[in-house]
């Protein structure tokens, strides 16, 4: 077996096709005023996580308040309609996990 | 990619991230080709679209990451079929590839192209020793990482792993069993040749030396059933020959291995929740089972001749087992 000094053509494993990727939307640049998505994944103290974050948002914007979502299970994304109706009631969404 | 040599290709191989950890069989064209050539497709031939990631899973990367597993080319339309069953959304790719746990794609094959391609639901079928064992289930996860990105530590975090992660993969022992192949009991027909992907951590022995009726010997592995918690999507039983052996003997079908398997293994509901395996019940006498149905149990006869083994494999959170057939051109579906 050739192993040394020969050269070597080989073809890549890898996904080269261009990922696509979703855009963020853009940031707003203040928190006053806005009503804060939490949006839970149903792992243990995830809500209680989000709700801490959200307190502490609290303490330095003035935000005009917050909307909870579970989404029922870390295992799978959340259903599409279930985001596009909380987005109708949100200006900002936070999402985190816990353990 | 060109390289100045062999080793030059390793390198960068392993520089990159793109081995198990293991060497690798540089992919190159003319061996790409030749996987290709076998199953009679091009390199754009479409195995299917993982949904999350929108991956679509071509017979050229999968042709790549075969050859790079050391598989022949009869092997490849083994690792189509498996490629196009994890594709699908019940399976859950994106998820089990980023959970703690330690999710591998196992292939189990049922139907006669197994033997044909050599290879063995004998002794080793779950280890060493096999190429077409060892090969199409290396191809498979190769894959998983190599194209869909599920690497260490980028986006699987798996705490502890386990050996099946670099491959897993094995055939139905038809040889023993005295019952129809899995692929006809799934309607597929005595002929065909098919696999099934699960999402699986690894495999628990439990050893049954000493018993000798069935409900014996498989309140035994029910036992070790409860080991997994409640909730468990999908359960692989597999029973070697002289387990087997009794359970031919006393004329036990694979349904009534499983539902007894089902009937058994279960809580209550307040012995779950004393260990945290399950959340709020309101009625805590509710007898649990590990999985909900005892369809949820497939039951495969295999391994060496000597011991009396059952081999459990337990599956991941909400990952459900996909089934395809598996093409050969030329033969017509296996």
Redesign the interface.
Do not use: E, H
């Given at each position: 077996m050739?192993?040394?000094?020969?050269?070597?053509?080989?073809?890549?494993?890898?996904?080269d096709?261009a990922?696509?990727l979703p855009r963020l939307a853009r940031r707003p640049a203040s928190l006053d005023g806005k009503v804060i998505g939490l949006f839970a994944n149903n792992k243990p103290h995830s809500e209680d996580l989000l709700r801490r974050i959200a307190a502490i948002i609290g303490e330095r914007y003035d935000i005009a308040g917050t909307v909870e979502h579970n989404k029922g299970?870390?295992?799978?994304?959340a259903r599409i309609e279930d985001l596009q109706r909380t987005a109708q009631s949100i200006d900002v969404a936070l999402h985190a996990t816990a353990e | 990619?060109?390289?100045?040599?062999?080793?030059?290709?390793q390198d960068y191989f392993f520089a990159n991230g793109?081995t198990d950890g293991l060497p690798v069989i540089?992919?190159?064209?003319e061996r790409?080709q030749a996987m290709l050539d076998y199953a009679g497709v091009d390199a754009e031939h479409d195995l299917g679209t993982e949904v999350?990631r929108?991956?679509?899973f071509t017979a050229?990367?999968a042709a790549?990451?075969a050859v790079?597993a050391g598989c022949r080319p009869e092997y490849f339309p083994v690792v189509m079929a498996s490629l196009s069953a994890i594709a699908e959304r019940p399976f859950?790719l994106h998820?089990s590839s980023t959970s703690t746990n330690g999710v591998t794609a196992l292939t189990v094959v049922s139907g006669p192209y197994a033997e044909a391609i050599g290879m063995s639901g004998g002794v080793e079928m779950m280890g060493n020793g096999n190429r077409a064992n060892a090969t199409i289930g290396r191809a498979v996860n190769?894959?998983k990482a190599?194209?869909?990105?599920s690497t260490p530590v980028v986006m699987d975090n798996s705490t502890f792993g386990h050996p099946g992660k670099i491959s897993f993969c094995f055939p139905e022992n038809l040889a023993i069993s005295p019952w129809p192949s899995l692929a006809s009991e799934k309607g597929y027909g005595d002929d065909a040749t098919i696999v099934t992907a699960y999402a699986t951590l690894a495999p628990l022995q439990v050893t049954l030396h000493g018993d000798r009726n069935p409900a014996d010997l498989l309140t035994t592995v029910a036992h070790a059933m409860l080991a997994f918690g409640p909730g468990m999507p999908e359960v692989i039983c597999v029973i070697s020959p002289e387990a087997m052996g009794h359970v031919t003997t006393a004329g036990w079908s694979r349904q009534q291995v499983a539902e007894f398997l089902h009937e058994k293994a279960r809580l209550p509901a307040s012995e779950w929740m004393r260990w945290h395996r399950m959340g709020h019940e309101l009625d805590h006498d509710r007898m649990v089972p590990v999985v909900p149905d005892a369809d949820r149990i497939t039951v495969l006869p295999g391994g060496g001749m000597a011991g009396g083994f059952v081999s459990l494999i337990s599956t991941w959170?909400?990952s459900r087992s996909v089934t395809r057939r598996v093409t050969v051109p030329g033969q017509g579906t296996q």
């Open positions: 050739t192993t040394q000094g020969t050269p070597i053509i080989t073809l890549d494993p890898r996904d096709t990922p696509a299970g870390w295992q799978w994304p | 990619m060109q390289f100045d040599d062999w080793n030059a290709a793109l540089p992919p190159t064209p790409v999350i929108q991956k679509r050229g990367k790549v990451n790079m859950n998820a190769l894959f190599n194209f869909y990105g959170g909400s």
